[in-house]
């Protein structure tokens, strides 16, 4: 792509904005928001998730303030541990 198009299209974004990254955003924000109230239905807190998922307690933050994307793994192992906490 020549700096022109580049350059068009980079305006064009700045303009109208990115649908595919609003679209990724709004989905990361409501799975935030479900894995928060699950959290809270459990009666856990973030650094307990971090440890019950071997991870860090700052990655967790990032998942729940909607920062960082949840990959189908870590989805799969959040569903998988809340599951075993009645």
Known sequence: MN????DMVSNWIKENGNPAI???TKV?????T????LLKQKGLHADALA???DTQIAE??????GKHN???KTLAQ???TMEGKN
């Open 51 to 53: 440890q019950l998922v």
């Open 70 to 72: 949840f990959s189908e």
């Open 28 to 32: 990361n924000l409501e799975t935030a």
């Open 78 to 80: 959040i569903v998988a």
């Open 60 to 65: 967790v933050n990032k998942w729940l303030d």
């Open 3 to 6: 700096t022109q198009n580049e």
């Open 22 to 24: 609003e679209k990724l």
């Open 34 to 37: 479900k894995v928060a109230a």
